[in-house]
């Protein structure tokens, strides 16, 4: 029995860490805002417990600022980590698009090009929230049609700390945010893996900069007060 409820409370913790992971490369927490355990808790129907472990993974993701049980904040981005994360970016997203270009089948096509329509539909309603979450899908849809599950989890740890930002900036950014995503679509029903991988490019450096001009001008969201 003992073991059983061990195993029980490592996967509660599993699945809170991983909706708390989602909600950030999501978009559904922004820079400043403050993380509250008991709020959190309510929000899942769980004891604090496994909040709060989640939470001080995701300090360890260097994704959240863990001052002290009562001050858990989503940080500010320097502009030097951004444009490191940008490279980092570039690189293993160009592969993502590189390699799911020479694989992508139809069916793959149509799911992109849905999320493309539904993120379209977003901006237009300027509803924040469902356009990030449609951005974030779009961009992990290509290490997925690659078949690169190892390179998709690293991904991850970049978004967590990206999403926020990438929220921040969404409605201010517009079409940027999504205009060089029908050029890696064009390139993936070529089966253009340079094409790809530059579309994908041209994606984070030009769809990127309202949220880099944000971090440079200091125009990111105060921190909430509790």
């Known amino acids: 029995m003992a073991e059983f409820t061990t ?28 993380l509250k355990i008991r709020d959190l808790a309510e ?13 001080l993974r995701l300090a360890n993701d260097e994704a959240i600022t863990f001052r002290s049980p009562r001050d858990i904040r989503i940080p500010g981005m320097a502009e030097s980590r951004y444009r490191e994360i940008r490279a ?10 590189e390699t799911a270009a020479q694989v992508a089948t139809s069916a793959n096509i149509r799911a992109l090009e849905a999320i493309l329509r539904e993120n379209e539909q977003a901006i237009d309603a300027g509803d924040r929230l469902k356009g990030t979450q449609l951005n974030q899908a779009f961009h992990f849809m290509l290490p997925q049609i690659a078949g690169l599950p190892v390179l998709n989890n690293i991904l991850r740890r ?12 969404y409605i201010e950014g517009g079409r940027a945010m999504i205009d060089h995503h029908y050029p890696v679509i064009e390139a993936l029903k070529r089966h253009d893996p340079a094409a790809a991988s530059m579309a994908i490019v041209d994606d984070i450096l030009l769809g990127g900069k309202p949220i880099l001009e944000r971090i440079v001008h200091g125009e990111e969201r105060p921190a909430r007060r509790a």
């Open 88 to 97: 980092i970016r570039i690189r293993l997203e160009g592969l993502a698009a």
């Open 7 to 34: 195993l029980e409370h490592e996967n509660l913790n599993s699945v809170v860490y991983a909706a708390l992971c989602d909600a950030l490369m999501q978009g559904r927490f922004q820079p400043g805002d403050r």
């Open 43 to 55: 929000q899942f129907g769980t004891s604090v417990t496994p909040i709060r472990d989640a939470i």
């Open 158 to 169: 970049l978004w967590l700390q990206m999403g926020p930002h990438i929220s921040d900036a």
